[in-house]
């Protein structure tokens, strides 16, 4: 084994499910306690995987002192620090809770160790525990497991970081991309060392943000925060969880559009006249047109504008609902064909309004499959959006999620890569997309 376990090729931690959130009942537990835990859940694992069986009740388990610390990203090999680790471990009753299992344990209640000691042998301190029954049998063969790798534990530092990525790890390959959908006050106490009862507000400036921004940092999978909200009050709390995508060199078709973006701002900024001139009315943002600035000629900008003013202006022909994709359908006639919102109405459309006759006014409330029909139509549209103009919404939402106080680090990483797929900045895009439009905006 390599003197640094960081570095070395370790097997992956098959935590059953039911470990994964720890639920403090009476007192608190330190970050790199609930590190050294999982290290020595993780050699037990080891070890009884080459036992091949559950151990006998008198079983002790045991590691080098060094090492159980080593790997617990600790950088002390002091005895009187471990014993006080091992005490909390002793002294913690803990409820232990499977979120979202529809098979299997889903709440137990013990205590973390049965027994634990010290011991030297041959010049070198081992750490020796004892596990409650039922968690050795659920160690040896977990029904419902999570993997996790040791050196990415490590790495984090934070409590909540910690108790965040034990939960979230368990996501990183499902389907669905999110966390099980639980209280604010559940989320308190799976997420703070102390059993403490506080608000969630406090919880998540104070450490759940910044938890979430370490883990993105520094481990595989990238976390994003969603609240559920019933008027301004948060209902439901859940984490949107992705792997992290591999890095595979040079500039992305995102980078290509971001610089695209800026160079065009600084032309906006030095040159604004023309453009912004021929765009007046038309309640387009500089961050909207400067893509089209660094995507086309001068002349053919103001041009397409002039044509777009002059169209909405029109009273003799039906509304335009987004001036936005009615310009980019002059500039770019495939954008024309990837949307049909944006295309020239019909003859029976063009007749004078006051040749129409009025049908009385119906009012019906929009079904939910009605708006997931507009949700889905909005984000295909916005999919055919040439790379700098997408590029430009998002700038402006990034601009509006940092007024509300929504761009945390892990947001504004995805706004700069343009990836906008995420459940939460899909569900602003799209709002902002319809912005513009008479049609009211949708509650996805």
Known sequence: ????????????????????????????????????????????????????????????????????????????????????????????AMTWEAPGTTNGPEWRDMALLSQAAFEMRHGERLVQW?????????????????????????????????????ICSRYKNNPSGVTNRASPAWW????????????????????????????????????????????????????????????????????????????????????????????????????????????????????????????????DLSPVRNPLMYLMSLLDPRAAEASPRVTEPAPAERAPREMAVPAPAVVVDATEAARRERFDRAVAEIAHLPAPVRAGLLQVLSAQLREKGLLTPSIAKRVREGDWTSPLLKAEMVKLYLAQQPEPAIEP
Do not use: C
């Open 1 to 92: 084994m390599s003197d640094d376990p960081l570095t070395a090729s370790l097997p992956a931690l098959r935590k059953p499910n039911e470990v994964l959130v720890m639920i403090s009942k009476d007192k608190g537990m330190t970050a790199v306690a609930r590190k050294l835990y999982t290290v020595l859940l993780w050699e037990a694992q080891q070890q009884m995987r080459s036992l091949g069986r559950v151990p006998e009740a008198t079983h002790l388990f045991e590691m080098p002192l060094r090492r159980a610390l080593l790997l617990a990203g600790s950088s002390t090999e002091s005895r009187t620090l471990a014993q006080g680790y091992l005490r909390e471990m002793r002294k913690m």
């Open 130 to 166: 004892a596990f409650p029954p039922d968690l050795i049998k659920a160690l040896l063969d977990p029904k419902l497991w999570t993997l996790q790798d040791l050196p990415i534990l490590a790495r984090l530092e934070s409590y909540g970081a910690i108790a965040l990525y034990d």
């Open 188 to 315: 308190v106490s799976a997420l703070s060392s102390s059993p403490k009862k506080r608000e969630w507000r406090k919880v998540k400036n104070e450490s759940v943000l910044a938890a979430i921004a370490e883990i993105n940092e520094k481990s595989d999978i990238e976390v994003e925060l969603l609240e559920h909200r019933q008027g301004r009050a948060v209902t439901e709390v859940q984490f949107a969880v992705r792997k992290k995508r591999q890095d595979k060199g040079g500039p992305t078709t995102s980078d290509a559009a971001w610089a695209a973006v800026d160079a065009a701002n600084a032309g906006l900024a030095t040159q604004p006249t023309r453009v912004r001139q021929a765009a007046e009315g038309l309640g387009l943002q500089d961050a909207q047109l400067a893509p089209l600035v660094a995507q086309y000629s001068e002349d053919r900008l103001v041009r397409a504008l002039l044509d777009t003013r002059a169209r909405v202006q029109r009273t």
